[in-house]
Every structure is written in C-alpha cells, then in structure tokens.
C-alpha cells in the first residue's frame, strides 16, 4: 500500500511568518493531492488540493506545490494567522479506494 | 446547505457490548468512507462505500467490525464485543465522486470502559 509521511510533526511560528508541511509518497500512481485541515473536536475540512496535470495552485494565502518527480507535495501558509493554529494532514490518493492519510502536522500560530 | 451528520456525538460502552455509529451523508454524494482517529494520531481508513459498488472492507481492523449502507443514503458502522482499544473518535465523510473533496462529520467519540 501507500506509504505516507508528513514533515514536521509540529510546528510552531509566529503570527506573519511563513509556515511549509511536506508531504511524501510512495505509490507513483498518486494523481490527486488534498491538503485537509482539522480544528479541535472537528472533523479534518478540505483547504486546497492539486491534481497531478499542474505544479502549483494558490488560493489567497495558501499554496500547494507538487514535484512528481521527486513524489512529494508541500503546503505553504503565508502571512499566518492565530486562527491557522490547527493539524494539517495529506491525503495523497491514487484512485484506489483505501486512502492513506499521513499522520498530521500541528502547526501553532503564536500571536 | 447540510453537512454530513453523525450519531450519536459520544458514546460510553462497557468492554464486550455491541455498539452501532450512524453517518448521513450529503445527499446525491455517492462515496462515503468511516475513519478512525485514536488521540493525536491520524486517520485510519476502515472502510468506502462506492454507489452500487462492493465495499471496500480492507481497512476494517478485525470481524468484531462492520459496516452497511442502504443505497445512497445512511450507513451505520457496528462494533461488536467492543475492546478498549476500540476507544476513538469515528469519523464518516462523504464525497460526490471519487478523487474529489471528502466532507466529513464531526465524528462519534467512542470510549469503551
């Protein structure tokens, strides 16, 4: 199956700076790639995604960057904010039904 | 208009009791996958449901677990002889199609004494 793994674990930043979580894969069939974000006691909430036909999709503040070659994905929050405080995790999907998700990354935004 | 609901939000059961989770899924999504998330670990595919498709039960943890859905429509997970380390937070989502956003519930909390 799919091996997932997330970098870092935790990160901790200050309000404004930049925040990056990496997100490395195995299967070279991946050809969707979901970033999802979830807040205590909610469950995980799409914020952006990137099939594998493109290199790079931004949305305001967030981007999401893929490098197949290398089989890795990165988010990238800018100008971060207190409400950014969450854990992140990837979700790259093959198409296959199982999903493996990578096992998260909690970033805290220090005001 | 509304998300994918789940019930009940929490659940307490003695070690060895069946339980059974209920999700309602976004209505015309033909997708609909059960998570489960232990405290501060990730999430743990159990099991999709794809239309009128077979599941696919490759991630159910042992056969205490199960799962069903009717149609297009509600599914419910049951956990029998429930364990202590079944103790989690369930999660359903639900999806129009494959590779495409998954939207999820707020998940039941299960704790098995």
């Known amino acids: 199956g799919e091996n997932v793994e997330q970098h870092p674990s935790t990160l901790s930043v200050q309000e404004g700076d930049s925040a990056v979580i990496k997100c490395t894969y195995s299967d070279s069939a991946s050809n969707y790639f979901p970033w999802y974000k979830q807040e205590l006691g909610k469950g995980p909430q799409l914020i952006i995604d990137i099939r594998s036909n493109v290199g790079e999709k931004k949305d305001q503040r967030i981007a999401v960057t893929l490098n197949k070659t290398a089989k890795h994905f990165s988010l990238h929050i800018t100008e971060t904010q207190p409400e950014d405080s969450a854990v992140y995790f990837c979700?790259?999907?093959?198409?296959?039904?199982?999903?493996?998700f990578g096992s998260g990354t909690r970033l805290q935004v220090q005001p | 208009g509304a998300g994918v609901s789940q019930s009940p939000s929490n659940k307490v059961t003695e070690k060895g009791k069946d339980v059974e989770l209920r999700c309602d899924p976004i209505?015309?999504?033909?997708?609909l996958y059960w998570y489960r998330q232990r405290l501060g670990q990730g999430l743990e595919f159990l099991i999709y449901?794809?239309?009128?498709?077979?599941?696919?039960k490759s991630g159910l943890p042992s056969d205490r677990f199960s799962a069903e859905r009717t149609g297009e429509s509600v599914s419910t997970l049951t956990i029998q002889r429930t364990q202590q380390e079944d103790s989690a937070v369930y999660l359903c989502?639900?999806?129009?199609?494959?590779?495409?956003?998954?939207?999820f519930g707020p998940g039941t909390r299960l704790t098995v004494l």
């Open positions: 449901f794809q239309g009128n498709s077979a599941p696919d």
């Open positions: 979700a790259p999907d093959t198409g296959r039904r199982a999903l493996t």
């Open positions: 989502a639900s999806s129009p199609q494959a590779q495409s956003e998954q939207f």
């Open positions: 209505s015309g999504h033909t997708a």
